[in-house]
């Protein structure tokens, strides 16, 4: 089944220590999306990819990177995560940007920062 | 400034026990309202896009409908399988080519007891 498939499910880092998160998509999708869901709060858009043009948030910390290196990927690269970072990373795709579409998420991964 | 209202913030019924949940919304041009569930620990999963006021979706139990300032996801005699946190979200019609942003709201937590 296509799908968006996210790397690791539990991240456990140390405050100011860089972590990777990674995503992939089997739905050959155009667009890749990085949303950080705190607990009992609503999914925050971070930034997206579309192709390999990069579109940040304007609210999104420095401190949130990301790269996409082919179709298929997309990681999250916090380089200095703090305590309140931690949090529910979501990564979704879409096959375009313009129009409406939906967003197909994947599982998440949990980010513990201790 | 978009904005996504959902009520109640949690919801516990009855297995049989029908019952709707709410999402207000301000836009400046509505392109689309998503309706996703999302289970604990994991991302969401999409259910409905529903796109002109009077429109209606449904599946299984679940029966979405949209007004031009709220849309209500209907739940016919729930199981309790389907407890999970119910989330809404709108894509605006913006200005220049990219309209990708999803504002969501918080969400329904929706428990069904057996």
């Known amino acids: 089944d296509a799908m968006v498939i996210q790397n690791p499910r539990y991240q456990v880092t140390q405050f100011g220590k860089p972590v990777t998160l990674s995503c992939s998509q089997t739905?050959?999708?155009?667009?890749m999306y990085w949303y950080q869901q705190k607990s009992s709060q609503a999914p925050k858009l971070l930034f997206h990819?579309?192709?390999?043009?990069?579109?940040n948030e304007a609210d999104t910390p420095d401190n949130f990177q990301s790269r996409r290196p082919n179709t298929s990927f997309c990681f999250l690269d916090i380089r200095s995560p703090g305590l309140g970072d931690a949090a529910m990373y979501l990564c979704?795709?879409?096959?375009?940007?313009?129009?409406?579409?939906?967003?197909?998420f994947g599982p998440g991964t949990r980010l513990t920062v201790l | 400034e978009d904005q996504v209202t959902q009520s109640p913030e949690a919801l516990r019924l009855q297995e049989g026990e029908s019952s709707s949940l709410n999402c207000s919304y301000t836009?400046?041009?509505?392109?689309?309202l998503f309706w996703y569930r999302q289970d604990p620990g994991k991302g969401p999963e999409f259910l409905f896009t529903?796109?002109?006021a009077g429109e209606e979706k449904e599946k299984e139990r679940l029966k979405a409908t949209l007004t031009k300032k709220e849309s209500f996801l209907h739940i016919t005699a729930p199981k309790p399988e389907d407890s999970a946190t119910y989330l809404c979200?709108?894509?605006?019609?913006?200005?220049?080519?990219?309209?990708?942003?999803?504002?969501f709201g918080k969400g329904t937590l929706l428990t069904v007891n057996p």
């Open positions: 979704a795709t879409s096959r375009k940007v313009t129009g409406t579409d939906t967003q197909y």
């Open positions: 739905l050959n999708h155009n667009v």
């Open positions: 990819y579309y192709d390999k043009d990069f579109n």
């Open positions: 836009v400046s041009g509505l392109r689309g």
């Open positions: 529903l796109y002109s």
């Open positions: 979200a709108v894509q605006a019609s913006g200005s220049g080519g990219s309209n990708y942003k999803l504002t």
